[in-house]
């Protein structure tokens, strides 16, 4: 072995040692603060639960006050965000229900958590005509104090008709 290659490995070893011993190999622990991992979980939950409620405040009331929800080609901001709610995204649906899989979720300390998930999702309209559709969220959580607020929603999926020119 020549001396350059003894000391790359001797300085691996040593890097290696180091890791190990401030602990920078091991799994994350989970938090027991109220900013936690299942904590933002959680608000993601509670989120899509005031959803499910068709309860457009409080679904308002997750957000933070510069909330965005990027939909494809729009760009959502929070002022707007409840009146396109009510009057079209969901403008005569009677019942809504989602599933939430695959949840990943990534602390940002000290300020915010991006969690993405595998959805599925089911619209039942006053008509009786039904809309299910799949595909993954991101969100960008903001510590707010004790909780977490929906700072941005990035939906991903199949474009709805009016975006992919049926």
Not at 82 to 109: S, T
Not at 135 to 156: C, D, F, I, P
Request: charged share 25%.
């Amino acid at each position: 072995m020549t001396m350059t290659r003894r000391r790359a490995a001797g300085c691996a070893a040593l890097t290696l040692t180091l890791l190990v011993a401030c602990g920078a190999g091991d799994k994350p622990e989970k938090s027991s603060s109220s900013l936690s991992e299942d904590s933002a979980i959680d608000a993601i939950e509670e989120y899509h639960a005031a959803w499910e409620a068709l309860d457009f405040e409080k679904v308002a009331s997750l957000h933070s006050d510069d909330f965005e929800y990027l939909f494809f080609t729009q760009t959502i901001e929070a002022d707007a965000f409840p009146a396109i709610l009510e009057d079209v995204w969901m403008k005569g649906v009677v019942e809504y229900e989602i599933e939430e899989q695959d949840f990943r979720v990534l602390l940002l300390p000290p300020e915010h958590a991006s969690v993405t998930l595998k959805f599925s999702d089911r619209a039942v309209y006053d008509d009786g005509n039904e809309l299910e559709t799949t595909g993954s969220m991101t969100y960008l959580l903001q510590n707010a104090g004790t909780e977490w607020k929906v700072r941005r929603l990035h939906h991903a999926g199949p474009p709805p008709p009016e975006f992919s020119g049926e």
